[in-house]
């Protein structure tokens, strides 16, 4: 039902790493969304885990329950969304929708504005007063993750790995430069919203 | 972590969905010759997800600069990190993506310049070391004037620092650093430099290789804005006699992960492994001046004074030294580095950084010493850098370090491109002659 959503969905199990396996044997990107299935008792400890996880911790949540595990109590609000087994594609994509915004302020049409600024998930597109900006795939990335990540300070180990995900020889000096050149891009107006926060690293001021 | 692979593939997808969006039309494939001129291939977007895959067959020797012998297949592969819309086009959106050139099995293109400076990045990276480039690039803006035999006229007679009204260029740098920040290269600053219609605009720093694309897109963002405003823009080292000539100063530190290694409070202004890198690059500059100073007319430059270099020395506070350690702000760690003052702005960028970079790190790795420090004279016993191509392309010839960085195949293709300006340089009948001889003897 996942695949069907547009997602390409990888199992992991509750006892193991929580982190998927990539494609080739590596680790794969960071998902854009963890659902929590048949964990019955066990979801609510998954969803600590998860939350606390130094590469998964802003995830969005999603626990699948079956009506009996309703009465497991309010723990259950560890995830951000909960749906009720058995459901259909359209109330999962819904449910996942809501994950997403309360998460990251990923609106239903996978827009995420801040001011005048938008910056459409679908498209890889980003506006400033509905001008195109033209960023490249990383300036993209990285401009995504602090957008949808408000209010965190980051630093720059976290973001290499968060948003590059490798070690390349640009170093983590890599984030200041390619910070410098989203600003740059972005206009004055907005590019102080990414503030630099001293001896930790980089926030987005929403 | 993503895999490469994985990044590969949505890198993919960005430039895919990038180019439909945006209506892009057209795709600009570049890559640069071993003199670092750059050369593209325009693409129609039909072909795009062909070419992103398989990469796109072109002849090799068109790499190998003007002298070039027989044809080779060779593939470029875009890299869709470097894909970018160009600004310069409002009507119909163009953009690029620089290459990587293989040869059909797979191998790297010897003549890669692009792939010669990775190669030296990552023996870097196996140390744990990346470096850090910072730009200062000079150019001179003249009228439009189509008759090469006249000399080429000044816009202004504005002098260092100058604003308007005498400095015609301050719209025409405004202009330029709006297409750079466009294109994600961060402008630190611009001025008028010291000769008419001379200016000056510094990069801000960044890694090596995003500094040489930048530094090649700079010159043709620069022309671009020229030819908008019907003005040419030249970067010939020295175009005006009695002006000073336009240089390339690059600034150069290394990081161990957040720490900048050649900073230590403590022994100032560079730390022992700053003053091992200083004292390799030093040790090899005269070897490697082919390459940062390339052209017949680099050597006017360095000839002519105007605090050109024309010894291998360093200097926290003279002038004309080769290499200058700043040193105005001793305790921030992120103002460690040196400034190499040879390089001028026609240099391929790629084989200079490539080259600089690996004469430091064999500074570092057999523990060079570095000597005194020159004050505004040169110390006795001091090295001349070449006094012309020649001498520089015997020493580049030679010179074990740069076969090793560059390759053999590279290094012949270079010294045959240098020969040849050379021979046609000294079959020609020049001003001074005519004017010294005509009537005298």
Redesign the interface.
């Known amino acids: 039902m996942l695949a069907e959503l547009g997602f390409s969905p990888r199992r992991v199990a509750i006892n193991g790493s929580l982190r998927p396996p990539?494609?080739?044997g590596?680790?794969?990107?960071?998902p854009d969304l963890a659902m929590v299935l048949d964990a019955r008792g066990d979801a609510t400890p998954v969803c600590t885990r998860l939350r606390e996880d130094e590469?998964l911790g802003g995830v969005p949540i999603v626990v699948s329950v079956e009506p009996a595990d309703l009465e497991l109590g309010p723990e259950m609000l560890e995830a951000h969304e909960l749906i009720v087994a058995p459901f259909t594609a359209a109330e999962l994509a819904a449910r996942i929708a809501r994950a997403r915004r309360a998460v990251h302020g990923i609106a239903e049409d996978e827009v995420v504005r801040s001011d005048r600024l938008e910056l459409n998930l679908a498209?890889?597109?980003v506006t400033v007063d509905g001008e195109?900006v033209?960023?490249?795939?990383?300036?993209?990335e990285l401009l995504k993750f602090l957008l949808t990540h408000p209010r965190r300070a980051f630093s720059?180990e976290a973001l290499l790995?968060q948003v590059w995900?490798?070690d390349?020889?640009?170093?983590?000096?890599?984030v200041d430069?390619h910070v410098?050149?989203v600003?740059?891009?972005l206009g004055s107006e907005h590019a102080t919203k990414i503030k630099t926060v001293r001896r930790v690293g980089y926030r987005w001021e929403a | 972590?993503?895999?490469?692979?994985?990044?590969t593939l949505?890198?993919r997808d960005?430039?895919m969905?990038?180019v439909e969006?945006?209506g892009v039309r057209f795709v600009r494939l570049w890559f640069v010759d071993v003199l670092g001129m750059l050369k593209s291939i325009a693409i129609p977007v039909t072909e795009l997800e062909t070419v992103l895959e398989d990469g796109v067959g072109l002849d090799g020797s068109a790499l190998e600069g003007g002298a070039r012998l027989a044809e080779r297949d060779v593939i470029a592969y875009p890299d869709?990190?470097?894909?970018?819309?160009l600004?310069w086009h409002p009507t119909s959106i163009a953009a690029r993506m620089l290459c990587d050139v293989r040869l059909p099995d797979g191998t790297p293109f010897p003549g890669d310049s692009r792939h010669a400076l990775r190669r030296v990045?990552?023996q870097?990276?196996e140390i744990g070391l990346?470096m850090?480039v910072g730009a200062e690039i000079e150019f001179f803006l003249f009228e439009e004037e189509t008759d090469p035999s006249k000399p080429p006229v000044p816009l202004d007679r504005g002098t260092y620092f100058d604003l308007t009204p005498l400095d015609d260029g301050s719209d025409f740098r405004r202009r330029t650093i709006e297409y750079l920040?466009?294109?994600?290269?961060?402008v630190k600053a611009s001025h008028h430099e010291v000769a008419p219609s001379q200016h000056e605009i510094k990069l801000?720093?960044?890694?090596a290789?995003?500094m040489a694309d930048a530094v090649t897109t700079f010159k043709l963002a620069v022309k671009e804005v020229a030819r908008e405003q019907d003005v040419f823009a030249t970067f010939m080292p020295k175009p005006l006699e009695h002006e000073s000539g336009s240089g390339m100063h690059v600034h150069l530190s290394l990081?161990e992960?957040?720490r900048n290694v050649f900073f230590d409070p403590e022994e100032g202004p560079l730390s022992a492994t700053g003053r091992a890198f200083l004292a390799g690059v030093l040790a090899h500059a005269r070897e490697l001046t082919a390459v940062t100073n390339q052209w017949v007319n680099s050597y006017k430059r360095l000839a002519g004074g105007f605090e050109a270099p024309e010894y291998v020395s360093w200097t926290r506070h003279a002038r004309s030294a080769l290499v200058r350690v700043p040193s105005s702000r001793p305790d921030r760690e992120a103002a460690a580095r040196i400034e190499l003052r040879s390089p001028d702005s026609a240099c391929n960028p790629y084989l200079c950084f490539a080259l600089v970079l690996a004469a430091g790190l064999r500074g570092i790795e057999r523990g060079y010493q570095l000597g005194g420090e020159t004050g505004d004279e040169p110390l006795p016993g001091a090295r001349a850098l070449p006094e012309d191509l020649r001498e520089a392309v015997t020493l580049f010839e030679s010179s074990e370090l740069v076969r090793e960085v560059l390759g053999d195949r590279m290094c012949d293709w270079y010294v045959r491109n240098k020969r040849r300006e050379w021979d046609e340089y000294r079959k020609t009948v020049t001003e001074f002659e005519r004017s010294r001889y005509l009537r005298a003897l």
Request: charged share 25%.
């Open positions: 990539g494609a080739d590596g680790t794969a990107p960071r590469d498209t890889y597109q195109p033209d960023f490249t795939y990383m300036e993209y720059r790995s995900g490798y390349f020889y640009g170093g983590a000096r890599t430069v410098r050149r600003r740059a891009k | 972590m993503p895999t490469d692979t994985d990044l949505s890198n960005y430039v969905r990038t969006e945006r869709p990190r470097t894909f970018q819309v600004p990045l990552t870097a990276a990346t850090q920040e466009q294109m994600g290269i961060p801000a720093h960044t890694d290789l995003s990081f992960g957040e």
